[in-house]
């Protein structure tokens, strides 16, 4: 059975730094591509970052770009986010997805059940 | 950057009725990299529809995707009670990826 699990999320000043964890199982993570997607508080869903699975490609939304950082462990089984000079409109819960394939871009068939970033003062 | 708009904002039908709901983009989108999600509140999406008309592993067949170019459409054929949620359509490709900013689908 696949399983996501997010976990780092928390309450950060604004200009702070916050990094998010997400732990794959259930099937081979290095052969899968890895998004992020959050969503704010009552609003719909905005692509993040998106890794290959070799890690080889990253990409970034322009909101987040030069920000944001998107990493993969894939002997851990794990994908994180390095998020650093976080504003209020950075304020969402943070999906972590699994891709269909090997691409970065692609659908995303498995999500967690997400993280809450709350940036504030 | 591709703009994916939907329609209508909020759909209201009853269970048993058909539902049709609209995805448009700003520009020409391969139909292979196209898909529909459906989230329910305090849930993550469930992806439903890929390559504009594939349904995903376990999606009833009442869920089924069309369209090509720059229109796509998610219709459910007979509204279940569990089928009222929010609908989101998704672009990917080899340019960045966009959701559309989703269509509420509610009971009437």
């Not at chain 1, 719909?44 to 909101?63: K, N, P, Q, R």
């Not at chain 2, 058909?18 to 139909?31: E, Y």
């Not at chain 2, 989101?88 to 509420?104: A, D, E, I, M, N």
Request: glycine share 10%.
């Amino acid at each position: 059975e696949v399983q996501l699990l997010e976990s780092g999320g928390g309450l950060v000043q604004p200009g702070g730094s916050l990094r998010l964890s997400c732990a794959a199982s259930g099937f081979t993570f290095r052969s899968y591509a890895m998004s992020w997607v959050r969503q704010a508080p009552g609003e719909g869903l905005e692509w993040v970052s998106a890794i290959s699975g070799s890690a080889g490609t990253t990409y970034y939304a322009d909101s987040v770009k030069g920000r944001f950082t998107i990493s993969r462990d894939n002997f851990k089984n794990m994908l994180y986010l390095q998020m650093n000079g976080l504003r209020a409109e950075d304020t969402a819960v943070y999906y972590c997805a699994k891709v269909v394939s090997e691409f970065w871009s692609g659908p995303t068939d498995y999500w967690g059940q997400g993280t809450l970033v709350t940036v504030s003062s | 950057e591709i703009v994916l708009t939907q329609s209508p904002g909020t759909l209201s039908l009853s269970p048993g009725e058909r539902a049709t709901l609209s995805c448009r983009a700003s520009q020409s989108v391969s139909s292979s990299s196209l898909a529909w999600y459906q989230q329910k509140p305090g849930q993550a999406p469930r992806l439903l529809i890929y390559a504009a008309s594939t349904r995903s592993t376990g999606i009833p067949d009442r869920f089924s995707g069309s369209g090509s170019g720059t229109d796509f459409t998610l219709t459910i054929s007979r509204l279940e009670p569990e089928d009222f949620a929010v609908y989101y359509c998704h672009q990917y490709g080899s340019s960045l990826v966009h959701f559309g900013q989703g269509t509420k689908l509610e009971i009437k």
